[in-house]
C-alpha cells in the first residue's frame, strides 16, 4: 500500500516537470509574436457547460413544460411499470440505445420537472448535456470544448452554443436527413449578359 | 536597273518623314488610346483609373478611395453600403477546420457563402463547392459529384467533402500574379485588390484547389440581397473582369467573429479560430484528433484542416 502511494507520488513529480518543460516549449514558440497577447478563447471548464458561454433553452414541444401540470402525484398517479404509453405521449416511439430502456431512466419519478442521472441526481433540463454524457463520454468532450456540435458569435469572446437536444431529438437522436440546396450551375450553361457592362 | 540606285536614294528623305509622321501618328494614338480605354470604361471614373495598389496608397488616398466607393456603391444599389478597412489583429493566425464525418452535403454553406458575401447571382459565382463521394473509394478528386441532387442528404454510401479557399501559407496564387493584385495578410488571409486585378487568370491555373472565381460577365447582385457591410479586401461588391475567392470573411472574422459558412452549418461541421491560440477549438483539433490536409505532397500548406470528429 506504501509502495503503491510512493509509485504514485514520484510519477505526479514526473508529470509535474514534463509539464514545466511543456510550458517552456510553449514559450519558446510562441515567443517571437508573444509581443502582443493572441486573444484568449474561453478556457474549457472541468465540469458541466463550457464557461461564458450561453446555451439556448431546450426545445420543449409547446405547452408541455413543467411536466408537473398533469404529472403532480395526483392527476397522474405515479406508475413505475414498464409498459407501452397509450393514453398520452403514444407519438413517441424510443429509437434510443437498449430495447429495455425506458422513460423513467432518464425522468425522475418523483419530480417529472427533473432529469435524472445514473447516480440518482436529479438535474434541470437546461442540464441535459450530464445525462447524454453519461454514455457518450468522448462527444461530451468534444462538445465542452467546442468541437463536437455548432458554435456562433464570437471566435475570441462570447459565443452562443446548442445543447445536444436541439439537433438530436433525444428519443430518436439520429440526425434526420434534410433536402440539399441546389447544385452549382454547369460551367456550360453559365451565361452573363452579352455586352454588359461592369 | 537604272530605276534601282533611284530608289534606294530616294529612301532615307521618305523613312525621314515616315518615321517622323509615325512618331506624331503614334502620339495622337496614345491619347486616343487613354481616351478609348476612359471611353471603354462607361462607369470607370479618372480617379478609379489612375488609383494604386492597395498597399501603396497613403491613409489620405486610402479614405478618398473609401468614400468614392461607398458613393458609387449607394449610386449603385440605392442604399448605404460600407467599405471597412479593418487590419489584421496582432498574434492572430486564422485556421479552419472541416470534420469530414460530420458534413451531410446540404449546401448550406454554399448560399450562406454568397450572401455574406455579395457573390454574383448570374452569372453564378460560389466560393465553396461541395463533393460528394463514394465511402468505398474514399478521397478521390477524379470520381467526386459536386452536382449531386438527391431528395434528401446524406445519401446512403456517400460522404460529402467541402471545398475551398485554404489560404495556404505557401500559396501559388500569390507567386503566379504578374502585378501583385493579390497577397496573403499577416493574419493569414490572401486577399485579392480588386481594382488592382488585370483578369490574367493566372492564379485561377495556379490554386490546386479551384478557390479563385472569375466574373466572366458583369455580376448581378439584387440591391435588396446585398450585404451592405463589406471591407475593401473581401466582400464589397466587384465589376466585371476580376478575380475573387473566399477570405474567411475577413470583414467579419477581423471583427472577432465566425465566418459565416460556420455559423450556418447545422451539423456543426466547421470550425475557425486562431492557431496561435494554445485554448482555441481549433488548436485542440490539431492536437486531439486525427487531421489531414487536401493535396499536402503540393506544399501548398494550407490552414484549412480536415478532420474526422467521429
Ligand atoms: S452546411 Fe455543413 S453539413 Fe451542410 S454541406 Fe456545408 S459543411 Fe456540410
Redesign the pocket.
Known sequence: MADRKRTAASAAGGFAVLGAACLLATGLAFGPSGAQEPPKAPAPQDEGAPQDIQVPAPPFTEGIFPCTQCHDGKTVKLNTTRRKLVDMHDDIVLQHGPASRWCLDCHDPQDRDKLRLASGERIEFSRSYLLCGQCHGDKFRDWRVGVHGKRTGEWNGKKQYLLCVHCHYPHAPHFKPIKPLPPPVRPETLRGEKGAQP | MSDFPETRAAEPEEAGTGSSSRRRFLATAGVAAVAAALAGCKNLSLEEFVQRNFREVSKDELKTIIARLEKEYAAKFGKKVTVGLEPPLPGVLFGYA?DLS?????????YGCVKENNQSRDPQIQW?R?LQMDKEAGVDIQHADPYYNPELVPQEGHF?M?VQCHQCKNPPCVKVCPVGATWQEPDGITVVDYNWCIGCRYCMAACPYGARHFNWGAPHLPPEEINPATHYLGNRPRSKGVVEKCTFCIQRVRNGRYPA?VE????G??KFGNLLDPQSEIRYILENKRVFLFKEDLNTQPKFFYFYGV
Open positions: 472541416l460530420r458534413c451531410i452535403g446540404c449546401r448550406r454553406c454554399v465553396i461541395v460529402y467541402p459558412c450556418v452549418c447545422p451539423t461541421t466547421r
